[in-house]
C-alpha cells in the first residue's frame, strides 16, 4: 500500500493563478481532510469529507474549494492563489474520522510558494 | 484559533535522558493524541488517548491525562538520536460532536543530543 499520496510535492505559483493540490489514498478510508502547517502556528484545519459526496469547513477554509466524488480522490483547489497561501499542505485520512477511529495517516506534504 | 498548546516549544537534551513535554487545550475532548514529525516530513501517528483514560503506554512513551486540568503530558524514556523531531499534539472536541475535527497544537521541537 502507498498510503496517502500527494502530488506535487512543491510548486511556486503566481498571485492569481489557479491550481489544484492532488491526494490520493488506497486504505478505503472513509474520512479526509487538508491542512495547512505555517511556521509557529502548528497544523489548521482547511476541509475535512467523512465519505464520498460529503464536505465541510475547517478552521481555514476561505481561499480553497474541496470535492470528493470517489473514496480514494480529496482534491484541494486554489482558485485565486494568495501570497498568505504559501505554506506547507498536508493531507491526511482516518479510517472513521478523528472522534471514532482516532489516527490520521498523512501524505509528505506539498509545499506551495506563492509570489 | 489553537486548542493545544504545547510547552516548552523547543527542549535540547542528552541521548539516553528522558523528555517530558505537556500539552494544555481548552475545551472538552473525546480523545487527545499525540503525532510526530521528521524534519520535512509528514506527521505520524504515536498513541490516542481518551476523555476516560488516565494514563496509556505504547513502548518508550508514556502519555497522560487530566481532564480536570485539560491537560497531557508525553514522556519519552531513555531518549535516541532518532527521536528529535517536532511533537504535537491533537484533539477531538466534543462540542464539535458530528464535526469530524482534529485541532492541533503548535509543537515542541524536540533535540536529541548524542
Known amino acids: 500500500n502507498a498510503g496517502v499520496t500527494q502530488t506535487p510535492k512543491f510548486q511556486v505559483l503566481k498571485t492569481g493563478q489557479s491550481m489544484t493540490l492532488q491526494c490520493a489514498q488506497d486504505?478505503?478510508?472513509?474520512?479526509m481532510s487538508w491542512y495547512r502547517q505555517d511556521p509557529g502556528m502548528g497544523l489548521r484545519l482547511i476541509h475535512y469529507s467523512v465519505g464520498a459526496g460529503i464536505t465541510d469547513q475547517g478552521e481555514v477554509p476561505n481561499g480553497y474549494n474541496v470535492s470528493r466524488s470517489t473514496t480514494e480522490d480529496f482534491p484541494l483547489r486554489l482558485l485565486s492563489a494568495a501570497p498568505s497561501q504559501t505554506s506547507v499542505y498536508f493531507c491526511a485520512s482516518s479510517h472513521n474520522g478523528p472522534l471514532s477511529t482516532g489516527e490520521l495517516f498523512f501524505g509528505e506534504g506539498s509545499r506551495l510558494t506563492v509570489l | 484559533s489553537q486548542q493545544g498548546e504545547e510547552d516548552p516549544q523547543a527542549l535540547s537534551i542528552q541521548e539516553g535522558e528522558n523528555a517530558t513535554m505537556n500539552c494544555s487545550y481548552k475545551t472538552s475532548i473525546n480523545n487527545l493524541q499525540w503525532y510526530r514529525q521528521n524534519s520535512g516530513r509528514g506527521l505520524v501517528h504515536l498513541i490516542l488517548i481518551r476523555s476516560n483514560e488516565r494514563e496509556k503506554h505504547s513502548g518508550r512513551l508514556r502519555v497522560t491525562l487530566d481532564t480536570s486540568k485539560k491537560s497531557s503530558s508525553l514522556l519519552i524514556t531513555a531518549s535516541r538520536a532518532a527521536d528529535t523531531a517536532s511533537y504535537f499534539c491533537a484533539t477531538a472536541d466534543i462540542s464539535n460532536f458530528g464535526n469530524e475535527k482534529l485541532t492541533f497544537g503548535t509543537g515542541t521541537r524536540l533535540t536529541i543530543i548524542p
Open positions: 486504505m478505503n478510508h472513509e474520512y
